[in-house]
Each structure stands twice: as structure tokens, then as C-alpha cells.
């Protein structure tokens, strides 16, 4: 019979050599192999202190941008929340008043703005129908592990980046060879 | 007299203070070491590059919760861990650590006990220490304790025989039972006259009957934790557990001591009369000679532990029968033939 995948091999029920039968010179060749090993530089990346960076791909935490001028960008559309598959996001729009254009890039903004974490798939389709480049999956940093179920409803206060940065977080950024470990 | 029976005593303290210092990061070392072998760091949060992680292990040994089994034999299923601690650290008394020290022109041998017969007393504690698994794998009324227990002492017995035998060679040579009489007798050619040139075959024997001995891989089977859970101390848990695996690490270490005495001598160490040092020191080198032959045979009996896979039960025996046993009566008839050759 064919097989499916070209991959499979016989089974042979071979005898051992005299060379195999009196176990020493494999059990030595077997140590010298590790012992190979013993002198090698150990692949452990030491987790608290050095992180690994994920891939330019990465799916990880949202931010909210702001623009420019250091203007939240979101306009409170909805699209996002509508296209979650996970019903994850919510938000309570609220207008702009004259004098506020330093801290919301439209006329309508998000007064209220929450990702329920613990529903949030990080399938990134928030990102994909935002019209207004507002929100992004970073690849830097993974939602935290918490004690309490309820610190995982990440507000405004969490998602909205601190100052406007234009090439920080966005995804497929800088090339991933360059610098493995940032620590 | 006083002053030997104090210094006995001091000496009674301090070696079992360093069995179990030694065996504590003997602990360390294995994880450590696995790590390296692994292309891994092993245990290094605990302190220093993990140095107090014996110290945490052994705290968390103690305030685990202590199960007895309902259906288990109670007086047995303890006397099962302490026999094992105690055959481990009983053998250490006749191990001789050093020649002697001068006090006050006293000569105080580094020895506990100079019994002469003390191949015969290790034997005797070492067969000994199989009660403990056994007893503790029968008390546990558990299959696989029972199973393990089997092992350990079917496997203990059939490679007590060729260790003997390897060892009846050995005595045809030294013609004294005496562990320090065996050590003096290697002082020779500045103190490289080892009998592991003498009897390469012997110590081959020897060194892979005391792996069977101490249960460690590739002959671990009566805990072998794929097969049998955890072997004879399956229902173990808290402290009672932790005496049995560092009664483990305790018999690892007296078996790398008996077999740096026996075939790498000892305290001798090359040059040790030509220096022209004083006693006092040249002792204390000795002690210092013999604990690095010692842990390098830790490190051996860890390196083996981490490149070989475990045997299978036939083949664990077959090798026990029907190699080891023969190759060791060959040894004694070689041996015998040498030695009338040479008289
Ligand atoms: S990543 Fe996916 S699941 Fe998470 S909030 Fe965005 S759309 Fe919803
Ligand atoms: S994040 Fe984008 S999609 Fe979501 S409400 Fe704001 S502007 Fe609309």
C-alpha cells in the first residue's frame, strides 16, 4: 500500500552488533556527546530579566495612538466593537467642546473606552476596521496575569498611549534579527 | 586516652556533618548539572547561582503535609526511610579520610573505625540497605511500591554477588580485609601505586555494580517513575520522602569514597612523601586528595545518570548473570594466576 506522506519507514528488528552488545563504547560515545553539551552556552533566556521579542507580527497587547499633536485619534465610530468577534470592546461617545481640539483629533471621541481582556481573542480585526488608525495590537507586551478577574476590563486609563509616538508599537515594525534579546 | 575519645567524636561529627553536607549539594549539583547537559542553567534563583536552593528544598520537604496510607503498616512504613537513612550514613565510619594528625605527639588516625574487616562491614550495611526499600515498599500496600520493592531487592542481590567477586580479586592482592591496610598499600611509587592499574577489570565491575547499588540510572528500576509511578515511594511524602532520596545521594557519596579508597588510593596523593611537609599537613591534603577523588566520582555517577537510558528489566538482569558474574570469576582466576606467577 502507498502511503500517504513518503515518510514512513519499516520496521526492522535488527540485532545489536557485539560492538552495541557490550554497551561500553556506545555508553562512551554516548557520554562524550553530552558531555559536548556540558561545555556549551545554555539557550536559556533568563525570563524576568531578558525578554524575548516577539515576532514583527505579533498580536499582543491594544494601544490607542494619538496623533501628532498628542490628540487621541479615536472618534468613537464603533467599528471596532462591531467587527469584535468576541464582543470584547465598548465605548460611550461623547463630543468634543471647543478648546478640547489638544486632546481629541475629532469632533466625537470616546469619554469611555474598555477592552474586556479576558474576552479579547487578540485576533487583531479591531485593528483591521479601524477607519482612523486609532487602535493597534503592540507586539511587545502580553495582557498581565492579575489576582483579580476584574483588572483584566482595561480602561482608557490603560489603553491610551502616554505621548504620541509615531513608530513605537504598529505592527510588522523593525526587523526581528537585528537585536534578539532586549533585556 | 581522653583526648582520642574526644577526637573520635569530633570526628564522628564532623564526617557525618559532611556525608550530609555533601549529599545536600550533591542535590544541587544533579539539577545544576542536568541543566549544563541540557544546554540548560538548572536552579539558579535560590541565592547565588542557586546555592540555598538545597536549604529551600529541604524546607519545603519539611512543611509538606504527611500522609500515611490508611491500609499501610504504620511502624514499618516509618521504619522503612529511617533504615535507609541510617545503613547510608552507618558506612562512613570505617572509611579511612586521612592517615593520622599529631597532637601533643598523640597519633590520631582520620578514621572512625580501622575494624579489619571493614570490606566486609560496607558489604554487610550496604546489603542492609535494602531493607529500607523493601520494607518501606511492602509497608506502603500499594502495587507499585510492592513492584519496586521486588526490583530493588532482586536487583540489590544480583549485583551484590559480582561486586563481592570483583572484590574477592581485589583482596587476593592487598591480602588484608582492612580498608586503611588496602589505602597504605597504594602509597607506593609516590603515592600513585593505585590498584585500578592492577585490577582495571574489578573496578569496572565494581563501578557498575554501585550504580545498581545506589539505584541510580541506567539501573534505576525500582523507582523508575515511567513504569511504576514512583517506585517504592510512591505513598511517601513530606520529610519521610526526603530521607529516602538523600539516603540516595548519602550512598552515592560512601560508594564514590569506598571506590576512591579501594582502587584510586585513597588519601594518597602523587608526591605526597616527596614534598617533605610536615604530617599535620600532608594529612590534611590527603583529606583534601581524597574528597576530590570523591566528587569527581559524583560527577561521573551524574554524567552517566544524564547519557544513558534506563535498562530494561531482562537486560538489567541478563547483564547481572550472565556477564557481570562470569567476567568476575575470570577476574579471580587471572588474578589467582598472576599472583602465584609472581610468588
Ligand atoms: S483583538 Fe479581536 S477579540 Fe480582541 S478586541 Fe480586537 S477584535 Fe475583539
Ligand atoms: S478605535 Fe477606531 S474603530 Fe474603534 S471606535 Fe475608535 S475610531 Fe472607531
Known amino acids: ?183 | 586516652m581522653t583526648i582520642d575519645i574526644i577526637f573520635k567524636l569530633i570526628l564522628i561529627a564532623s564526617i557525618f556533618g559532611l556525608s550530609l553536607v555533601t549529599a545536600m549539594y550533591s542535590t544541587l549539583a544533579e539539577r545544576k548539572f542536568a541543566g549544563f547537559f541540557q544546554d540548560r542553567l538548572g536552579p539558579d534563583r535560590a541565592g547565588p547561582y542557586g546555592l540555598f536552593q538545597p536549604l529551600a528544598d529541604g524546607l519545603k520537604l519539611l512543611t509538606k503535609e504527611e500522609i500515611i496510607p490508611e491500609s499501610a503498616n504504620t511502624f514499618l512504613f516509618l521504619a522503612g526511610p529511617s533504615l535507609a537513612m541510617l545503613t547510608a550514613c552507618m558506612t562512613s565510619a570505617v572509611i579511612p579520610w586521612g592517615t593520622y594528625i599529631e597532637v601533643d605527639g598523640h597519633k590520631l588516625p582520620l578514621q572512625v573505625a580501622d575494624i579489619n574487616v571493614g570490606i566486609l562491614f560496607v558489604f554487610g550495611v550496604v546489603s542492609l540497605g535494602v531493607y529500607g526499600v523493601m520494607i518501606g515498599g511492602w509497608a506502603s500496600n500499594n502495587k507499585f511500591s510492592l513492584l519496586g520493592a521486588i526490583r530493588g531487592a532482586s536487583q540489590n542481590i544480583s549485583y551484590e554477588i559480582s561486586m563481592g567477586l570483583s572484590i574477592i580479586a581485589l583482596v587476593m592482592i592487598t591480602g588484608s580485609l582492612s580498608m586503611r591496610e588496602i589505602t597504605d598499600q597504594q602509597s607506593g611509587f609516590h603515592g600513585m601505586n593505585w590498584y585500578v592499574i592492577k585490577q582495571p577489570l574489578g573496578f569496572l565491575i565494581f563501578l557498575i555494580c554501585s550504580f545498581a547499588e545506589t539505584n541510580r540510572t541506567p539501573f534505576d528500576l525500582p523507582e523508575c517513575e515511567t513504569e511504576l509511578v514512583g517506585g517504592y515511594h510512591t505513598e511517601y511524602s513530606s520529610m519521610k520522602l526526603g530521607f529516602y532520596l538523600f539516603a540516595e545521594y548519602i550512598n552515592m557519596f560512601i560508594s564514590s569514597a569506598v571506590m576512591a579508597t579501594l582502587y584510586f588510593g585513597g588519601y594518597n596523593f602523587p608526591f605526597m612523601h616527596d614534598l617533605g611537609l610536615s604530617q599535620n599537613v600532608v594529612a590534611m591534603l590527603g583529606v583534601g586528595a581524597l574528597f576530590i577523588k570523591i566528587l569527581l566520582f559524583i560527577f561521573f555517577f551524574m554524567w552517566v545518570r544524564w547519557t544513558v537510558p534506563r535498562f530494561r528489566y531482562d537486560q538489567l538482569m541478563r547483564l547481572g548473570w550472565q556477564v557481570l558474574i562470569p567476567l568476575a570469576i575470570l577476574n579471580i582466576i587471572i588474578t589467582g594466576g598472576v599472583v602465584l606467577f609472581f610468588q
Open chain 1, 1 to 183: 500500500m502507498k502511503s500517504l506522506t513518503n515518510r514512513s519507514k519499516l520496521v526492522v528488528n535488527k540485532q545489536m552488533t557485539f560492538m552495541e552488545r557490550i554497551y561500553l563504547p556506545v555508553i562512551a560515545k554516548g557520554m562524550l556527546v553530552t558531555l559536548k553539551h556540558f561545555f556549551r552556552k545554555s539557550v536559556t533566556i533568563r525570563y524576568p530579566e531578558v525578554k524575548r521579542l516577539f515576532a514583527a507580527a505579533y498580536r499582543g497587547l491594544h494601544v490607542l495612538k494619538k496623533d501628532e499633536n498628542g490628540a487621541e485619534r479615536c472618534t468613537a465610530c464603533g467599528l471596532c466593537a462591531l467587527s469584535c468577534p468576541a464582543e470584547a470592546i465598548t465605548m460611550t461617545a461623547a463630543e468634543r467642546q471647543p478648546g478640547e481640539e489638544h486632546l481629541y483629533k475629532e469632533e466625537k471621541y470616546a469619554s469611555m473606552y474598555e477592552i474586556n481582556m479576558l474576552r479579547c481573542i487578540f485576533c487583531g480585526l479591531c485593528e483591521e476596521a479601524c477607519p482612523k488608525e486609532a487602535i493597534f495590537l503592540t507586539n511587545e507586551e502580553l495582557a498581565p496575569s492579575v489576582y483579580d478577574r476584574k483588572d483584566l476590563i482595561f480602561g482608557k486609563d490603560k489603553l491610551v498611549e502616554k505621548e504620541h509616538n509615531p513608530n513605537g508599537k504598529v505592527r510588522g515594525g523593525g526587523p526581528l534579527t537585528e537585536r534578539l534579546y532586549h533585556g
